[in-house]
Nanobody, 120 residues
Framework: QVQLVESGGGLVQAGGSLRLSCAASGRTFSNYAKGWFRQAPGAEREFVAAISWSGSTVYADSVKGRFTISRDNAKNTLYLQMNSLKPEDTAVYYC??????????????WGQGTQVTVSS
């Protein structure tokens, strides 16, 4: 059974930092693109950042310069380093895996989500 499990969420003050992790099990995703999405209450799920199998990255404008996505294929784990957090970053964060970055939105592989809350 394929599983993606996020961790690292929590409550932090504005300006603080968190590091999210997404551990995969059941298969290897070393040749897959991976990404992070988030969903705030009452809002649609939105793209945050993605990384291709070769290491190319893309970010949403709202997080560019503050968030860094990375991957450790040996550990089958995806990371999201979040710095200078703002209250508007509050959301449930999900990781996903797909054959290409463009396919992440329609991926069959999603984690259960981890809550990030940024207080002002």
């Amino acid at each position: 059974q394929v599983q993606l499990v996020e961790s690292g969420g929590g409550l932090v003050q504005a300006g603080g930092s968190l590091r999210l992790s997404c551990a995969a099990s059941g298969r290897t995703f070393s040749n897959y693109a991976k990404g992070w999405f988030r969903q705030a209450p009452g809002a649609e799920r939105e793209f945050v950042a993605a990384i291709s199998w070769s290491g190319s990255t893309v970010y949403a404008d709202s997080v560019k310069g503050r968030f860094t996505i990375s991957r450790d294929n040996a550990k089958n784990t995806l990371y999201l380093q979040m710095n200078s957090l703002k209250p508007e970053d509050t959301a449930v964060y999900y990781c996903a895996a797909a054959q290409t970055i463009a396919l992440l939105y329609r991926s069959d592989y999603w984690g259960q989500g981890t809550q990030v809350t940024v207080s002002s």
